[in-house]
């Protein structure tokens, strides 16, 4: 055995371009959140736990880390339950709290504790890793590719439940991300596709019906509805998710080329901008750091997500790959909605910008995508 | 393994293409955004975070010819509610909502504004309609009460912590140095109605809850009146909640006026309207209540005086008038004040009119000023069938000329004028009230004015269109308008226009109130030309005769006790109208000095009796003041028509 050097181990366990992305990343978001909240009343407060987040994040990183990947595939029953717990537990009387209409929060004691589904999403990533990579990287048969339809319809179902629209739509991304990563021949994926967009507007159609139906929210609420028609017709709810689109359109249009400067965007320290520090963190970016600022940003998350994908084609096994192209589809997803819902390219939805949203529960799955990432990355060589 | 590793690495380029055209999507898509279109974006970013609110510009004031202050501006302190209030917000929001049951109930409205309310001396729900009036613009503080007292001021603003919505402004209010008089002519001003607004011109800028002038000189001149608004950009957050100033432009003030009136004349005019008034009940006329006068400078058509009785408070009306006083303005029983009697109301003007008959019958060669008739009293030409009484039913007066025809009223003289006219078949006796201006308004500067009535066949056709067997014109009919009765019908300003023609040798001068505009320094930057209204070709020869016959009515006739001792030669008439189901309507018309005429005068006194005892002594009075004779007080009598 070759003995090697100090350098090469660190290497070996490291990967360096993926810490130094994700360190740029959460100083990046951490500056735009402390310039979000620094009008807000008990924005200082935020900022710390803003910083406790990503403290609290390091613990799943550093646990997913040193664990072998590969050991999880013996604990696939467990972690199915897991994570249907997780996706299950808001609606546990005692259990939910319930916030902005959703109840998508785990609270004990009515002390708000996390967003199970933001873990959940890793989880997924690693069940439905086994279930493809279980396919030998050939996805030809209608059965195997059911059997990953199946999972992924317990998990958006589930969902639905909360109801999470923005959540599901993420678990579908990494589904399809990772089904490419696996070798799902084409023609199956344009089938799918096919079923995915039916799918869509059936469950809009039965679902507004059978609110008709019951005269009252069956599944999705009438607000869910709204932001994803609205996006079709921004004229549809203008006071509202209309108001919003609108308002953070002109906070990132004005932004122009540099920006207004750093705690200088009027429209978002006005309060014009709802959730601005959350959902919408990207709208202050666009409005106080302009296009630079926001090429900047891009620039980031290509280096990251090529990465994340360097990381995948290095995996001594499909599993692993397929882990990372999971990790890699949740982020690519949340990018393009995110900043696409506040340039009205995509309907509006609340999921977190990966790093830069404020948020706890977020920062930690992300770091645990960090740890999952490190810990194929570490294990390349085999043992 | 080696076989899918190969496969894997083009699936992993597909997911790098997937990343790539991703992000490239979101940079298209902001380069768009922020580059190109940045400056849109930048100019939506700045309307959205500042509003505009407008500040009243002072109205200009009102002087009279003199340069006497009639309507002048003063600061006043307005307590209002500002919307941007949270609690206030909500309030208005419920209010304003279209589901009823989401409004505020009284108890809340008790709570959140009962002790303000008390304060102010309003009631809680007058603060709730205040707030929720929909026409006001969304940030301007709504007004609750104006010239609230220093101390209950102080008391609101020391209490800031338990009212964080009140707002004390400054605004400038009308100040009225003479109370009501001359209240007709000035007008009042009020918030603009929406109709108003509807048919006001964009590029004057009204906006809804702005005060313009509702009538009088205050709408006439409105245009100039009104000055140009400033405004205050305010920074405003997304819930529209002000974060403080941005920038300011100071109103510019309306241009101030200077009216033809003389408020000296003006109060002596109204004063002896309401003097002829009591004295009219005095002498057993109940009804009279009401009447106008009004005096015209002969050679400009300047109007030096108009009254108008009932009249009004023309300061009744700031900060909004109470739905109580509006209807006691508006009341029948109250003889409908706002309204200008001296333009709006149109009477028949009886023995004042002989006059015209007299000039048509002189013109027309029927008449000549010895002419001799004679009165018995009753007087059948027209057939046994039709008599016609003189006012002096027993005996008559006897043989007279045209000219004591005149001083002494004699209805049988125009009766027979007025037949030979119908014989004639000419209409010469209408032509001729119109070449003075009867039947059609005089196109004064004040709003309102309506037009009276020469009655003709072809008025009679018309009038009676439904009812065929009163569409003839009959002997009877030129007979009663020969003496200014019948369906003839003239505004005060018309007959006081008419005596002035006559006075200026046939010239009638188009009547007006506005003598100038002036600049910010005071200087008159437009003044108004006198301008002929009506050039009648009556001639000189005509017009002395009548003059003559005017001088004998106040020296010797009908008009003499009025103006005994008077020291000026007054060319005058009396007139005593009969409408149907009402008391006489009490007329006195005149110019002075007669040789050398300066002023026309009409005077009415509705339900007054006779013109001689009650309205002739007002004039006398009226004219008294203007040429610088001693006023007296008159009681005489006159049993003419």
């Known amino acids: 055995m070759i003995r090697k050097s100090r350098s090469r181990r660190f290497l070996d366990a490291v990967n360096v371009p993926l810490v130094l992305w994700s360190l740029a990343l959460i100083g990046y978001g951490t500056i735009m959140v402390a310039s979000a909240t620094s009008g807000m009343s008990g924005g200082s407060g935020m900022l710390l736990r803003h910083a406790v987040g990503i403290g609290v994040g390091l613990v799943p990183l550093a646990l ?320 | 393994m080696a076989t899918y590793r190969q496969e894997l690495k083009s699936r992993f380029a597909t997911l790098g293409i997937i990343v790539v055209v991703v992000l490239t999507a979101l940079l298209v898509r902001l380069w768009t955004m922020q580059v190109l279109n940045g400056e849109s974006f930048a100019a939506q970013a700045e309307n959205n975070r500042v509003r505009e609110i407008s500040i009243d510009a002072p109205r200009g004031e009102i002087y009279d010819r003199n340069g006497v202050a009639l309507v002048t501006n003063r600061s006043a302190l307005a307590v209002c509610v500002d919307p941007s209030d949270d609690d206030v917000r909500d309030m208005i929001i419920r209010a304003q909502d279209s589901d009823s049951a989401n409004d505020p109930t009284r108890h809340e409205t008790e709570e959140l504004f009962g002790e303000f309310a008390s304060m102010v001396g309003v009631t809680p729900s007058d603060v709730l309609t205040a707030i929720s009036d929909v026409s006001q613009e969304a940030l301007r503080p709504r007004v609750v009460a104006i010239d609230v007292p220093g101390d209950v001021v102080a008391q609101l603003l020391e209490r800031q912590t338990d009212f964080p919505w009140v707002v004390v402004e400054e605004t400038s209010v009308r100040e009225y140095p003479y109370g009501s008089l001359g209240a007709h002519v000035i007008g009042y001003t009020g918030a603009i109605s929406e109709a108003e607004y509807e048919q006001s011109d964009e590029y004057a800028g009204y906006e809804l809850g702005d005060i313009v002038g509702k009538t009088g000189a205050e709408r006439q001149f409105e245009g100039v009146l009104q000055g140009d608004k400033g405004w205050r950009r305010i920074e405003v957050n997304a819930s529209g909640k002000s974060q403080g100033v941005v920038s300011e432009q100071e109103p510019r003030a309306g241009n101030d006026i200077q009216l033809t009136l003389d408020i000296e004349a003006q109060r002596v005019a109204e004063e002896q309207l309401a003097d002829a008034i009591a004295e009219a009940r005095r002498q057993g006329y109940a009804s009279a209540k009401a009447g106008a006068a009004v005096v015209v400078d002969i050679t400009t058509g300047e109007v030096i005086a108009m009254a108008s009785a009932p009249s009004y408070d023309p300061s009744a009306f700031l900060g909004g008038i109470s739905t109580a006083e509006w209807a006691s303005l508006t009341a029948k029983e109250s003889e409908y004040p706002l309204n200008n009697r001296a333009i709006m109301a149109a009477y028949p003007p009886a023995s004042t009119f002989k006059v015209v008959t007299a000039i048509a019958g002189l013109e027309a060669g029927i008449t000549t000023e010895n002419t001799t008739y004679t009165c018995t009293g009753r007087w059948t030409d027209m057939g046994t069938q039709w008599p016609k009484w003189c006012w002096k039913r027993a005996g008559g007066h006897g043989t007279l000329s045209l000219r004591s025809g005149m001083k002494n009223s004699c209805d049988t003289v125009f009766y027979e004028i007025g037949y030979e006219f119908y014989k004639r078949k000419l209409e010469e006796l209408q032509a001729q009230s119109r070449a003075f201006g009867l039947g059609s308004e005089t196109g004064i500067d004040l709003p309102g004015e309506v037009d009276g009535r020469v009655p003709d066949a072809a008025w009679k056709k018309a009038f009676n269109e439904n009812y065929p067997e009163y569409q003839m014109w009959l002997p009877g009919d030129t007979v009663n308008m020969a003496i200014g009765q019948g369906d003839m019908l003239a505004t005060p300003l018309q007959m006081a226009c008419l005596y002035a023609g006559i006075a200026n040798d046939g010239t009638v001068m188009k009547p007006y109130v506005l003598k100038s505009v002036l600049d910010s320094e005071g200087q008159p930057t437009r003044t108004t030309q006198p301008s002929v209204l009506h050039d009648t070709t009556v001639s000189d020869a005509s017009l002395a005769v009548i003059t003559r016959a005017l001088i004998d009515v106040t020296e010797e006739g009908t008009g003499a006790g009025a103006f005994a001792g008077f020291r000026v030669n007054v060319a005058g008439k009396t007139g005593t109208a009969e409408v149907k189901g009402k008391d006489d309507y009490a007329w006195f018309c005149a110019y002075a000095p007669a040789n050398e005429p300066r002023y026309a005068v009409a005077v009415i006194v509705e339900q007054g009796g006779h013109g001689g005892s009650v309205t002739g002594p007002a004039a006398r009075n009226i004219l008294a003041q203007l040429l610088g004779e001693p006023l007296k007080t008159i009681r005489t009598t006159d049993q003419s028509r």
């Open chain 1, 64 to 383: 997913a880390w040193a664990f072998d990947y590969t050991r999880l595939r013996g604990w696939q029953g467990p972690l199915i339950a897991l994570a249907a717990f997780l996706l299950i537990s808001p609606r546990i009387p005692g259990l939910g709290y319930e916030a902005g209409g959703a109840t998508s929060w785990l609270s004990v004691f009515g002390v708000r504790l996390f967003q199970p589904s933001e873990p959940a999403k890793l989880i997924f990533i690693v069940v439905v890793a086994s279930v493809i990579s279980s396919f030998k990287g050939r996805i030809d048969e209608p059965r195997d590719a059911l059997k990953v339809m199946a999972y992924l319809s317990g998990a958006v179902g589930l969902i639905l439940l909360q109801p999470d629209l923005g959540t599901g739509l993420v678990f579908v991304a990494i589904t399809f991300i990772m089904l490419i990563a696996g070798g799902m021949k084409g023609r199956y994926f344009l089938v799918m596709l096919l079923v995915a967009a039916v799918g869509l507007v059936g469950i809009v159609a039965v679902d507004s019906s059978l609110d008709k139906l019951f005269d009252r929210d069956v599944a999705l609420k009438e607000y869910q509805l709204n932001r994803l028609l609205v996006f079709i017709d921004p004229a549809r709810d203008p006071d509202d998710a209309g108001y919003n689109l609108a308002q953070s359109k002109i906070a990132i249009g004005s932004g122009g080329l540099a920006g207004k400067g750093l705690g200088s965007g009027t429209q978002s320290n006005l309060h014009f901008i709802p959730e601005r520090h959350t959902d919408f963190i990207f709208s202050v970016l666009g409005e106080e750091l302009g296009f630079l600022g926001a090429v900047t940003l891009l620039g980031l998350y290509l280096a990251l997500l090529i990465t994340a994908l360097a990381i995948a084609t290095s995996s001594r096994d499909l599993y692993g790959a397929l882990i990372a192209a999971g990790v890699l589809g949740m982020w690519l997803f949340q990018i393009l909605e995110n900043i696409g819902m506040t340039v009205g390219m995509m309907p509006i939805t609340g999921i977190p910008l990966p790093f830069m949203s404020f948020g706890s529960s977020a920062m930690v799955t992300n770091l645990g995508a960090i740890g999952l990432l490190l810990s194929v990355w570490s294990r390349r060589y085999g043992t």
